[in-house]
């Protein structure tokens, strides 16, 4: 992986996580971090989950 911002040394995936606060949830899956055409949901097989079941499995949230 390249770094698309040299100072944080992140990709552009990287810095919209940081950008979500470090949230993987709907909003992120939305986005197209490596302009390819593909959703990030797609690319790392959220799609199918509601943001709160994609937080809670992938450890990255917890139930409310």
């Known amino acids: 992986l390249s770094a698309d ?3 944080s040394g992140l990709n552009n995936f990287g810095l919209d996580f940081q950008a979500n606060d470090y949230v993987r949830d709907a909003t992120l899956a939305a986005m197209n971090s490596d302009g390819d055409g ?3 949901g797609i ?3 959220e ?3 509601n943001a709160a079941a994609a937080s ?3 450890g990255y949230g917890s139930p409310s």
């Open 43 to 45: 690319e790392l097989g």
């Open 5 to 7: 911002d040299p100072a």
């Open 38 to 40: 593909c959703s990030n």
């Open 56 to 58: 809670i499995l992938l």
């Open 47 to 49: 799609a199918g989950l």
